[in-house]
């Protein structure tokens, strides 16, 4: 373990990874919007907002223009890091694209309203993570590089150790560990980021999935082993094959050395403006 008496920092991911696991990413601006205001008070590390599958629902399905989407977003919560998640040589499609496509994109994104850019490759080559995090650190914004958590026999702490080791090597701001499915139990979580906290000089984040319901408890573990950030989902958009909920991890850390700092209160007029929103989808 290492200690960390930081307050914990929290990415909510109501925006997008939350809809995207519940809602098949279908909700509108129109429902963002009346409350980014709130959103921008609460005071999160970042709230992802873009990325993933948006790109792609905005145009497919909802008739938005996703660029639109973006701006509009960081207009309306300026206090904000706007996140998304960038799927490395991929961009947000489907195939692999040219260095020059993936530098070009970059640059549009941070022009338009993007602060953090979380990019990973689902098969952790560190060769599709290396151009895109290159051009995040050429616009002067937050390159995080991500492990894309799996179990196997060959997917080891030291190989996470190791790939950690790499993106930090590569020149990423911190690394993110993406349980997209659930699978990190909380021990395994606790030694793992012991392991990176030894490791790595850059922060450790983690976004992980409540699909098998270990995702809180694997939390607790995590911000004992002395984690910097996770992902939460607002209690409204949360669970499932979503995520853990804000206000559950801002409740249990209350009054303790990792102590968020948000306002529960706050939190609950969200949670309450979501839970009115949900009934349209």
Known sequence: MVEN???????????????????????????????????????????ESWGGATFD???????????????????AMPNTPQQMLFRGQNILGYRHYADDVVTRFV?????????????????????NLETALKAVKNVGKHAQGTISYTVSPVHTIDLWVDLSRHL???????????????????????????????????????QCHATTGMSTATYLKCIEAGIDNVDTAISSMSMTYGHSPTESLVAILEGTERDTGLDIKVLEQIAAYFREVRKKY
């Open 168 to 206: 930090e090597d590569m020149g990423a701001d911190s690394v993110c560990i993406k349980d997209m499915a659930g699978l990190l139990t909380p021990y395994t979580g606790y030694e793992l980021v012991s392991r990176l906290k030894q490791a790595i000089d850059i922060p450790v984040h983690m």
């Open 107 to 127: 640059e549009r994104a941070a022009i338009n309203g993007v602060d953090v850019f979380r990019v990973f490759d689902a098969m952790n080559d560190m060769r």
């Open 5 to 47: 008496k930081k307050a914990l920092g929290l990415t909510d991911v109501v925006l997008r990874d939350a809809h995207q696991s519940l809602l098949a990413t279908r909700l509108r601006i129109d429902d963002m919007l009346p409350i980014a205001s709130l959103l921008d008070s609460v005071g999160f590390w970042s709230l």
């Open 57 to 75: 629902a905005c145009i497919r399905y909802l008739g938005e223009d996703p660029w639109d989407r973006i701006r509009e977003l960081k207009k």
